[in-house]
Structure formats: C-alpha cells, structure tokens
C-alpha cells in the first residue's frame, strides 16, 4: 500500500474542509479506521457524525448498495436503531470531491450512534448476550425484503464460500490443520442439506467493533449493529453462527455463552430446526476464515502485534469449540429456540408409555417389584451430615437398616436430584459465572448389594464395556444400544464389578433378560456403597468409554431431554418425583407471615439448604463460598460440633438446676482462655441476652443506670441492647438516645472526626467528657460497653491506647468496662483469642455469643469475681435454656475445635495474607479507601478521594460477587464497608478465590466509572 495508500489519504485538515463545505458542518473531526474508506468522526455541539471519503476508484454500485441498505433499515417498522444517511447542502446522499490529485472521490455522512462498543463492555453477561441475539434477529427480519446485486458477490468472509480456506492449509501447524481440516471436512459433509437452507440479505459481521451498547452500566442492552460493509445475500444462518463466532471469544464456557443469543436471534427471527443442525459447524467455520485470514495478512505484516492479538483469541476458541460435542451444542440450541432439545424425546416417551417393565427384568435374581424412594438430595435430612454420605461404611449400615425395616423394596431413586455427594473437583469446572459444580443426577440408583446379577431390558448390542476407574467414576461401565422402529436408545449400567463385564465385548448381542454382568463393591466400583447407576440415553453424543452421570443445573434441560426419566419404563410410584417448592413460594409464604421486619440479602434472595466448612449450599447444589458468616466459626455443620450436638440432645437436656459436668466442662475451657481476674461464667442464649445481663450486672454492681457506647454500636435486639445500640436509635425507625445513654464517637481513623495516625487519646478524651457530664447531672457512670472491633460501624480497629484511657476514665468513676467479644472472640482476630486482648486490657466483664456455638444458640457472660458477688443481691437469675447440657457439650467442642485445629493460628496466617493482597489492591483500585481490620475481621472500606462513601459500588460488589459464587456483605453507617469475616477455616485457596472474584468485579464498567 505504501505510498499509494500516503497518496490518496484524507488529512484531517480536508476532512474539515468536507464537513463545512459539503454539509455545513462545524466540528471536531477525529480519524477513525476504516478497511476500504477513510472515516473521520464530526462532532457539533448538537451531535455526531461519521464522514465517508471513498478511495479513488471506488466500487460506486458497492457504495449504492451500501446507501440502498442504510435507507432501508432506516426506514423499518420494528424501531431499530440503525446510522441514517444525511444529505449534502443540495440534497444529494452521495457527494463529490475531488482530491490534491484531481481524482474524484465519493463522501458520505451519517448520524452516529451513541453508546459503547461491544469490545469496551465489561462484564458481558447473559442478559446482554441475549439483547445481541435480539438485536441480529431484528435486523435480519428488516433485512429480508431487500435485495441488490451486489449482495450477490464474491466474498471470502461469507460463511458459504468458505471452501477457500482448504488452499491455506500447509500455513498451520500440524495440530491446527487437525483441527481445521476436521471442521472443512464437516463442511462439505453436509453441503447438500446446507444448500438448501433459507437464504437472505444479512449483515455478516457482528463482531465486537460494529455493536453498540447502551450507557448503562447495569442491565445494559444492544442498541445498534452498524456497518454493513460485510452485508451479503446467503443462508441466513450464517448471520447467526459469525455472532456467536464474535461474542462467545474468550469465555470459559462457549456454548453457554452462545446460548442467550440463539435465544435472543429466535425471538425475532425464528430459526428452523435444518439451521440448527449446521450451526456449530458454522460458528467454527467462519473461525476457519478468521485464523486463515490472519496466517495470510501475518505473511504480509509479520510485525503487526495487533493480528497476533485477534488471531490468538480466534484459535484459542476454535480449539474450545472443538471440545464442545456437537450434538449437545445442537440440543443446547434447539432448547434456546423453545423446541424439544433432543428430538426424538416425544416419541420415546410415546413409546415408553405403553411398556411396563417390571422391575425382576432388570434383577432377576431380587424378588421384589417396589421400590422404597431414597432421598439423597443436597437437602435431604436422611443423609444427615455431608460426612455420613462420605463414609461409605457407614452409609452402608444405615442403608442396610432400611433395608431390614423395608424387606420387600428395593431402595431406589435419585433422577434429577440435586447432589452434593461430587466432591471430587472432576465435577467442577470455572462457568462464565465462577466455578460450577455438576450436581443433577441423570440416573437412578437401586441400592442393591453387590454382586446383584443385572440382566438386559431389550434386545441390545454392548457399545461400553469398560472400567472406568477412579475415585467417584462408574468403575464397571456397561452401556447397551437398542434398537427401535423410529429410533435408537441407550441404557447405561454403572458401578459394576469388574470381573462380571471382562467377558463382554462392544458389538456383542444381547437377548432381552440375558445376564451381563453385576454390581460392584467399593473401590472397584468407583468407591461407592454397592448399587447400580441405571440411566437411559437417546443419544452417546460422541463418548465413547464414558457418560455423564450428573449434569450441571444450568443445562438441566437440555440433559433430562437426552436422558429421559427411567421411571418411564418401571412407573414405579416410589420413583416418582417430589416436587420441591419453588423459591417464590417460600418468599411468598415468609412475607406473607414471618416478622415483617426481617430482611433478606441480596436483591434476588437465595434458598440455602446445606452448609459445609466455609460453603453455604443452594438447593440445586450451587456452592458459595462464604466469606460473612463468623457465626460457623469452624466452620458450617462441623461434623465435631454437630456429633456432641447430637449425642448430648440424645442422652439429656435440661436446665441448670442440676449439677451436670458439660456446664463446668464448657466453663473451665472457656476461662482457659482468659485472665484469671475473668472467672466467673454465666450462660445465656444470644449476644443480646449476653449483653442485656452484662449491663444488668453492672447497674446492679454501681447502682447507675447511665452507660457509655460507642456511635454506631450494636449490642442486641432487646431493649436494654438497643437502648445502648446507637447502630439501632440513631438508624431507621430509631428516636435517638435514651436519657441515660452517652454516645462518643466513632473511633474511626480512616473517616472519623480525627484521622491519621495516633487517635487513641483524642477520641479517649470523649470519653472522659461524658463521664464529666453524667456526673454534672448529679448521676455517676454504670458501664462503658464497647466491641474490640466495631462491626457495624464498619470494620473499625480501635486506636492504639484508645481502650485504655477509656477504661481509666471509666473506672476512676466508679463504673464498670464490658467488652462485647459476640463478633470477634474466639482466635478470630488471630493474634490474640479475644479482640480486647490487642489493647493490653482487662474488662470486668466480657460478652460472648455469635462463634462460640458455632450456630447453635449459645452466648455467654465472664465476669470477674467481684462484679458476680455484687450481682448476686438475692435476686435469682434463672435462664430455661442457658447453660443446658446440649448447649454446653456444642460450646465446648467448638473450643475444643478451635484449640485442635489450630484456628487461630490459621486466621492469623491466612488473615494478614488475604490484607496484605487486599492492600495489594487498594493501590491499584482507587475506590478503596482503606482496608483493615485482624485476622480474619477484616474490612474494605469503598470511598472517593475525598473519602466519601461509594455505597452503591460496595453493593453492586456483593451483588456480583454472588454472581460469582462468593458470599460478601457490607456494614458501616454508609454501608459501604465489605465486611469479611467467613468461617475460620477459611484457607489461603479460599482467599485466592475471594481476591480473584474481587478483580474480576472490579474492573467491570460500573466500577471504573
Ligand atoms: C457486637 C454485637 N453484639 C451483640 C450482638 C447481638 O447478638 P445476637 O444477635 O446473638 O443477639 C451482635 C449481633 O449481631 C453484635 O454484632
């Protein structure tokens, strides 16, 4: 191109001069690129253009054909947006001028869109995708009653001409011709079919450049597709696979990706059933075009960096999408168009209805024709804990003692149900929305013991006979093809022992109710408690030695409609499925009738059913990880906490007016804990009732009733606490302090009335002017209650020496110090067990709840030895559920648990390794203002420079790190502090996980703005 292409170039000087002459335009004119014409963006102070200079010699029946278009979707009667053509000063759509060479040359004006470019959005969610898909459809709708000679070209991007891709071969290495040959070859397979699809005008390049995106950061939509240089009349589908070709690059999971726009192209374009069955073909077809294209234009620009980008993420997906099997892609398509997404299911189910298969044709050997349902269900309560599923002796014994309560049924069940018995991360794999796990069991399991005989249902051909070994896989595999009048299905038989199916061959026969094989026992079997996995299948979809057992809830669907219900054979009622209750139900019901104060987190509400370590489970099986929830301090449904739950709930529960060893037990290990001047324990049920006794004990001990606490404090729901909870009077709904509560400050270095280093004293100073005040009114200070670090109001470390002098002024007075440790106790803060203990201070009394029965209600109150004899006046404290021998037997064993597991140590290690990454961070996102906080109490604080709060970006944080699979919540006055504080099993991988969905939030859009 060279010094032609200098030749013929319009400067922006003359593009300009265009402007003013040719349409009386003034403005700010900025090059844009252009493949064929030189393209200038003017902008006016009322609005923007985009000016079209041709080459000299351009194609002027191409330029027509390009107005012909542009005047034509500007006038469709379906709204879409689309660049209108703007005449010249005497009305012409296509002017001249004639360049410093004194050749003519063609000059263009269009309206410009406004919007974002595909290519700068960030996040690209499904929402979105699917608006592409609707955007493409409708444009092709409006396209289809045009025609013009010149869409009727040669064109090496047109999909259907894509045969020249072939010459261009010998430029890929060995691997990559694999892989294109593969898809050419697929190509010309079904050219005949292809041939005959619809064919229509179509605009043929919807990649990232062309499609416009509104401004809004949240739910936005596709406004516009422009350029249609590329429009060309051939099959329809086409239009369709290049979109998916573009927008699909670079996510994880492409066929998901791909799915909202098929969804979204059908709902304006109706797509027929023929188009489906090419359209993964042709996605990777028009890849074929893109990487040959690169390889030619890198031979003449070697040293163009940009080619090299687009050629790689071309490349990186076309091996992804060869992944993808073919057939699921097709089925996955067919269920975004609404069809039935295998498309023989109807008449298998048509045909399954007037079978009735007993079960003794499956086991002839087992005389029994019923089934007793097992739930093995994420939230099924017969599991109980994860770990009993896990252990497969003991599964089995409680398998077996159902078994003797049910003699004549065979225990079965399972299809479609949620499960989380996968926990080998074979099953999980990084979705376009964090890891997912699969989890919908496509089978049914017939608990039946091992060495079971298994005899075939219909006259079959063996397809597998295999071992497929490993932990968790089928071990013995057998899956046999039968052969209907209209079509073909596959039963498959996993969990065999292997020694039964050595003798079997693929394409051996089998006669219906001949003996193949029988089931396995653990390990051969893939480590399970003996039973058969049974499962049909219309289709094998290209596995060969294996077949997915369990399916991702997302592509539930698609895999019930490939794996149709077993029960369809058997109409055993005892495998007909529960319905669970819907999720809008349950929401329905709470809001209708539980307390209408209560709230919910998350704008869309989640149903949790399990939980596991630092995981909260939905119940389609999702995992989240959970990083709010310090009441499972170690962790959720910690299997040595929930076994002395339950062995103590089994032997006795009662109150404290009997000596039982679990209360002195729990008391003696908690005060391990503490100084010895802490040694009195009283027993409660909540942080509240915690705090109501401690601030009872002190007015009792000084005979004051005035207290001190600290702005945006929280201390509990009863009145007592919320009479002392500036968090509560000073928040919504509250009518400020009571007359003898004192407010001081919030000792908040970062946004608090004094910043910076070295607070302590200054916000201490507070302090001892409050006690001055009480006591100029005649009354003298009762307690000072304060939270080692302040979790409401944001996360807020207590200055250095802060809790000190606070004490000092408070004890000089008379008045007693309570420590309220119901957030942060228990080796959260890692450096200490008790949050106080980082200030060198002892409390006379200290408040402990939240952690310490690890979800159980347990709390409790530690005194010293002199505030309990003052309490005990004579009046008796009798709590019914305080102190229990359940309660205790839980609170002890969390102890036991923290001290075993060393907990403490690991939130201090992972702890200062999760802040140092978050301050990491901190300097490279300037929307976090600070970050603090111990071990793993930890805060983020989300402010602008001047340190004003960015609430609405902390909620968008925790709304899409939802999205993502981590649980995040926010605190402080402006709630626009991220609290983390999950369960303290938290482990370094945990944190990676929470810091790498933290970048990925925030470098979306809305973040940046
Ligand atoms: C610091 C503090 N104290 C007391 C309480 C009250 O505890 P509970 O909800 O167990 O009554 C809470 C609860 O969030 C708290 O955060």
């Given at each position: 191109?060279?010094?032609?292409?200098?030749?013929i170039?319009?400067s922006k000087?003359r593009a300009?001069?265009?402007?003013?002459?040719?349409?009386?335009?003034?403005?700010?004119?900025?090059?844009l690129?252009?493949?064929?014409?030189?393209?200038?963006r003017?902008?006016?102070?009322?609005r923007s253009?985009?000016?079209?200079v041709?080459?000299?010699?351009?194609?002027?029946?191409?330029?027509?054909?390009?107005?012909?278009l542009?005047?034509?979707?500007?006038n469709?009667?379906?709204g879409?947006?689309?660049?209108?053509v703007?005449?010249?000063?005497?009305?012409?759509?296509l002017s001249?001028?004639?360049?410093?060479t004194?050749?003519?040359?063609?000059v263009?004006l269009l309206t410009?869109?406004?919007?974002?470019?595909?290519?700068?959005?960030?996040?690209?969610?499904?929402?979105?995708?699917?608006?592409?898909?609707?955007q493409?459809?409708?444009?092709?709708?409006?396209?289809?009653?045009?025609d013009?000679?010149?869409?009727?070209?040669?064109?090496?991007?047109?999909v259907?001409?894509?045969?020249?891709?072939?010459?261009?071969l010998?430029?890929f290495?060995e691997?990559?011709?694999?892989?294109v040959?593969y898809?050419?070859?697929?190509?010309?397979?079904?050219q005949e079919?292809?041939?005959?699809?619809?064919?229509?005008?179509?605009?043929?390049?919807?990649?990232?450049?062309?499609i416009i995106?509104?401004h809004?950061?949240?739910?936005?939509n596709v406004?516009?597709i422009?350029?249609?240089?590329?429009?060309?009349?051939t099959?329809?589908?086409?239009?369709?696979?290049?979109?998916?070709?573009?927008?699909?690059?670079?996510?994880?999971?492409v066929?998901s990706?791909?799915?909202?726009i098929?969804?979204?192209?059908?709902?304006?374009?109706?797509?027929q059933e023929k188009?489906?069955?090419?359209?993964?073909?042709?996605v990777?077809m028009?890849?074929?075009i893109?990487?040959?294209?690169?390889?030619?234009?890198?031979?003449?620009?070697?040293?163009?960096?940009?080619?090299?980008?687009s050629?790689k993420?071309?490349?990186?997906?076309?091996e992804?999408?060869?992944?993808?099997?073919?057939e699921?892609?097709?089925?996955?398509f067919?269920?975004?168009?609404?069809?039935?997404?295998?498309?023989?299911?109807?008449?298998?189910?048509?045909?399954?209805?007037?079978?009735?298969?007993?079960?003794?044709?499956?086991f002839s050997?087992?005389?029994?024709?019923?089934?007793?349902?097992?739930?093995?269900?994420?939230?099924?309560?017969w599991?109980?804990?994860?770990?009993?599923l896990?252990?497969?002796?003991?599964f089995?014994?409680?398998?077996?003692?159902l078994q003797?309560?049910?003699p004549?049924?065979i225990?079965?069940g399972?299809?479609?149900?949620?499960?989380?018995?996968?926990?080998?991360?074979a099953?999980?794999?990084?979705?376009?929305?964090?890891t997912?796990?699969?989890?919908?069991?496509?089978?049914?399991?017939f608990w039946?013991?091992?060495?079971?005989?298994?005899?075939?249902?219909?006259?079959g051909?063996v397809?597998?006979a295999?071992?497929?070994?490993?932990?968790?896989?089928y071990?013995?595999?057998?899956?046999?093809?039968h052969?209907?009048?209209?079509?073909?299905f596959?039963?498959?038989?996993?969990?065999?022992?292997?020694?039964?199916?050595?003798?079997?061959?693929?394409?051996?026969?089998?006669?219906?109710?001949?003996?193949?094989g029988?089931?396995g026992?653990?390990?051969?079997?893939g480590?399970?408690?003996?039973?058969?996995?049974?499962q049909?299948?219309?289709?094998?979809?290209?596995f060969?030695d294996?077949?997915?057992?369990?399916?991702y809830?997302r592509?539930?669907?698609?895999?019930k409609?490939?794996?149709?219900?077993?029960?369809?054979?058997?109409?055993q009622?005892?495998l007909?499925?529960?319905?669970?209750?819907?999720?809008?139900?349950?929401?329905?019901y709470?809001?209708?009738?539980?307390?209408k104060?209560?709230s919910?987190?998350?704008?869309?509400?989640?149903?949790?059913?399990?939980?596991?370590?630092?995981?909260?489970?939905?119940?389609t099986g999702?995992?989240?990880?959970?990083?709010?929830?310090?009441?499972?301090?170690?962790?959720h449904?910690?299997?040595?906490?929930?076994?002395?739950?339950?062995?103590?709930?089994?032997?006795?529960?009662t109150?404290?007016r009997?000596?039982?060893?679990?209360?002195?037990?729990?008391?003696?290990?908690l005060?391990s804990?503490?100084?010895?001047?802490?040694?009195?324990?009283h027993?409660?049920?909540s942080?509240?009732?915690?705090?109501?006794l401690?601030?009872?004990m002190?007015?009792?001990c000084?005979?004051?009733?005035?207290?001190?606490?600290?702005?945006?404090?929280?201390?509990?729901n009863?009145?007592?606490?919320v009479d002392?909870?500036?968090?509560?009077?000073?928040?919504?709904?509250?009518?400020?302090?009571?007359?003898?509560?004192h407010?001081?400050?919030?000792?908040?270095?970062?946004?608090?009335?004094?910043?910076?280093e070295?607070?302590g004293?200054?916000?201490?100073?507070?302090?001892?002017?409050?006690v001055?005040?009480?006591?100029?009114l005649?009354?003298?200070v009762a307690?000072?209650?304060?939270e080692?670090?302040?979790?409401?109001?944001?996360?807020?470390?207590?200055?250095?020496?802060?809790?000190?002098?606070?004490?000092d002024?408070v004890?000089?007075?008379?008045g007693?110090?309570?420590a309220?440790e119901?957030?942060v106790?228990?080796?959260r803060?890692g450096?200490?067990?008790?949050?106080?203990?980082?200030h060198?201070?002892?409390?006379?009394?200290v408040?402990?709840?939240k952690?310490?029965?690890?979800g159980?209600p347990?709390?409790?109150?530690v005194?010293?030895?002199?505030v309990?004899?003052?309490?005990d006046?004579?009046?008796?404290?009798?709590?019914?559920?305080?102190?229990?021998?359940?309660?205790?037997?839980?609170?002890?064993e969390?102890?036991?648990?923290?001290?075993?597991?060393k907990?403490?140590?690991?939130?201090?290690?992972v702890?200062?390794?999760?802040?140092?990454?978050?301050?990491?961070?901190?300097?490279?996102?300037?929307?976090?203002g600070?970050?603090?906080?111990?071990?793993?109490?930890?805060?983020?604080?989300?402010?602008?420079?001047?340190?004003?709060?960015?609430?609405?970006?902390?909620?968008?944080?925790?709304?899409?790190?939802?999205?993502?699979?981590v649980?995040?919540?926010?605190?402080?006055?402006?709630?626009?502090v991220?609290?983390?504080k999950?369960?303290?099993?938290?482990?370094?991988?945990?944190?990676k996980?929470?810091l790498?969905?933290?970048r990925?939030v925030?470098l979306?859009?809305y973040?940046?703005?």
């Amino acid at each position: 191109m060279g010094t032609d292409f200098l030749s013929i170039m319009i400067s922006k000087a003359r593009a300009t001069q265009i402007a003013l002459d040719l349409y009386g335009l003034h403005g700010e004119i900025a090059i844009l690129p252009g493949e064929l014409d030189f393209n200038f963006r003017v902008k006016t102070d009322s609005r923007s253009y985009i000016l079209k200079v041709s080459r000299p010699e351009a194609d002027i029946e191409y330029i027509e054909f390009q107005l012909a278009l542009l005047n034509h979707v500007a006038n469709n009667s379906i709204g879409i947006e689309s660049p209108a053509v703007i005449p010249d000063l005497h009305g012409n759509q296509l002017s001249e001028i004639i360049d410093e060479t004194g050749q003519p040359r063609k000059v263009r004006l269009l309206t410009w869109i406004e919007g974002r470019l595909w290519s700068s959005v960030n996040p690209i969610n499904n929402q979105l995708l699917n608006s592409l898909g609707e955007q493409a459809g409708s444009l092709t709708k409006v396209l289809q009653d045009l025609d013009h000679h010149k869409a009727r070209r040669k064109f090496d991007w047109d999909v259907a001409q894509a045969s020249w891709t072939c010459e261009s071969l010998h430029m890929f290495s060995e691997e990559q011709q694999l892989i294109v040959t593969y898809f050419l070859e697929q190509y010309n397979s079904f050219q005949e079919a292809y041939q005959q699809l619809r064919k229509g005008l179509v605009h043929n390049d919807a990649n990232d450049n062309n499609i416009i995106v509104t401004h809004d950061l949240i739910d936005p939509n596709v406004k516009a597709i422009i350029d249609y240089g590329d429009a060309i009349y051939t099959q329809i589908i086409n239009d369709l696979a290049i979109t998916i070709a573009y927008a699909v690059m670079g996510k994880p999971d492409v066929l998901s990706a791909a799915l909202p726009i098929v969804e979204g192209y059908h709902s304006q374009f109706p797509l027929q059933e023929k188009e489906l069955e090419v359209l993964y073909h042709l996605v990777a077809m028009r890849l074929v075009i893109s990487v040959t294209k690169s390889a030619i234009n890198k031979q003449a620009e070697p040293h163009n960096d940009y080619l090299l980008i687009s050629e790689k993420s071309a490349w990186d997906l076309l091996e992804k999408w060869k992944q993808v099997k073919e057939e699921q892609a097709l089925y996955s398509f067919r269920n975004a168009c609404k069809m039935t997404p295998h498309p023989k299911e109807t008449e298998f189910t048509q045909w399954a209805k007037n079978k009735s298969v007993k079960l003794s044709s499956l086991f002839s050997t087992v005389e029994k024709e019923q089934i007793h349902p097992l739930d093995l269900s994420v939230a099924s309560p017969w599991i109980g804990h994860q770990s009993d599923l896990e252990d497969l002796d003991d599964f089995q014994y409680k398998l077996n003692r159902l078994q003797v309560r049910e003699p004549h049924q065979i225990i079965a069940g399972g299809y479609l149900e949620p499960r989380t018995v996968y926990t080998s991360s074979a099953y999980d794999k990084p979705g376009n929305s964090g890891t997912e796990s699969r989890t919908i069991h496509l089978g049914i399991d017939f608990w039946v013991p091992a060495g079971t005989a298994l005899n075939a249902l219909f006259n079959g051909v063996v397809v597998t006979a295999v071992n497929d070994e490993g932990d968790k896989e089928y071990g013995g595999l057998v899956i046999l093809k039968h052969q209907e009048d209209q079509f073909e299905f596959f039963t498959l038989h996993g969990h065999l022992s292997i020694k039964s199916i050595d003798s079997l061959e693929a394409g051996q026969q089998l006669k219906k109710g001949e003996r193949f094989g029988t089931t396995g026992n653990y390990p051969e079997n893939g480590n399970w408690a003996p039973h058969l996995h049974f499962q049909i299948m219309l289709s094998t979809l290209g596995f060969v030695d294996d077949f997915p057992g369990v399916a991702y809830s997302r592509e539930l669907k698609v895999w019930k409609s490939i794996c149709p219900d077993p029960n369809l054979l058997f109409k055993q009622p005892g495998l007909q499925r529960q319905s669970t209750k819907e999720e809008t139900e349950t929401f329905a019901y709470r809001k209708k009738h539980l307390g209408k104060s209560l709230s919910l987190s998350y704008k869309e509400p989640l149903k949790m059913v399990r939980g596991s370590g630092v995981y909260l489970i939905d119940e389609t099986g999702k995992k989240y990880l959970d990083t709010v929830n310090n009441v499972a301090h170690v962790g959720h449904e910690h299997p040595k906490v929930v076994k002395a739950g339950q062995q103590q709930m089994a032997i006795l529960n009662t109150n404290t007016r009997y000596l039982h060893d679990n209360i002195n037990d729990f008391a003696k290990t908690l005060l391990s804990t503490l100084h010895s001047a802490l040694s009195v324990v009283h027993i409660v049920n909540s942080g509240s009732e915690a705090n109501e006794l401690a601030l009872r004990m002190a007015s009792t001990c000084t005979e004051q009733r005035d207290m001190l606490a600290v702005e945006v404090g929280y201390h509990g729901n009863s009145s007592g606490c919320v009479d002392v909870s500036s968090y509560k009077f000073d928040g919504q709904g509250g009518a400020g302090a009571p007359e003898h509560t004192h407010i001081v400050p919030l000792p908040d270095n970062y946004r608090g009335i004094y910043q910076g280093e070295n607070t302590g004293a200054r916000y201490a100073r507070h302090i001892q002017e409050q006690v001055e005040h009480i006591q100029s009114l005649g009354r003298n200070v009762a307690a000072f209650i304060c939270e080692s670090i302040i979790s409401c109001g944001g996360q807020i470390e207590l200055p250095e020496e802060y809790l000190k002098m606070a004490y000092d002024s408070v004890r000089k007075a008379g008045g007693i110090c309570i420590a309220d440790e119901v957030q942060v106790g228990c080796g959260r803060v890692g450096a200490k067990f008790w949050g106080f203990q980082l200030h060198n201070v002892i409390p006379d009394i200290v408040t402990i709840g939240k952690p310490i029965g690890n979800g159980h209600p347990l709390a409790a109150v530690v005194c010293t030895q002199q505030v309990a004899e003052a309490f005990d006046n004579g009046m008796e404290y009798f709590n019914t559920f305080g102190g229990n021998p359940v309660s205790c037997a839980i609170g002890n064993e969390v102890l036991h648990v923290i001290m075993d597991e060393k907990l403490q140590e690991n939130a201090f290690l992972v702890g200062n390794y999760l802040k140092s990454e978050l301050e990491k961070m901190q300097r490279e996102f300037s929307f976090i203002g600070d970050v603090r906080g111990q071990g793993l109490f930890l805060g983020l604080e989300l402010a602008d420079q001047s340190r004003n709060p960015l609430t609405d970006k902390a909620a968008y944080l925790t709304n899409r790190m939802k999205d993502l699979g981590v649980l995040m919540s926010t605190d402080g006055k402006d709630n626009n502090v991220l609290k983390i504080k999950p369960p303290m099993v938290f482990s370094r991988d945990n944190a990676k996980e929470l810091l790498s969905g933290l970048r990925t939030v925030m470098l979306e859009d809305y973040m940046k703005q």
